[in-house]
């Protein structure tokens, strides 16, 4: 796979999960997000939380988690990840 067709895939699998209506659970939420942020930006930088939201800790330890990928590795598992919630 060339590097236009992963990211023309991830591009499309980003579509198709903006346009999802279903509510998903948490765990598959945090998932997609840190795949998504490591594909996107790298590796997350490790930074003092300055504020107590526990939602913003719970992305931010997500996207941490799989920082070991790289960002094509990361696209991957995004692309297989959304289009297996499609066929459920």
Do not use: C
């Amino acid at each position: 796979m060339s590097e236009k067709d992963l990211d023309t895939l991830f591009e499309e699998a980003y579509e198709l999960a903006s346009n999802m209506t279903e509510p998903l659970p948490q765990d598959v939420m945090l998932r997609i997000y840190a795949y998504y942020k490591q594909a996107t930006q790298g590796t997350a930088k490790s930074k003092r939380m300055t504020s107590v939201d526990l939602r913003d800790a719970f992305k931010t330890n997500a996207w941490m988690q799989i920082s070991h990928l790289s960002s094509d590795e990361a696209k991957r598992l995004y692309i297989e990840t959304i289009h297996s919630l499609i066929k459920k």
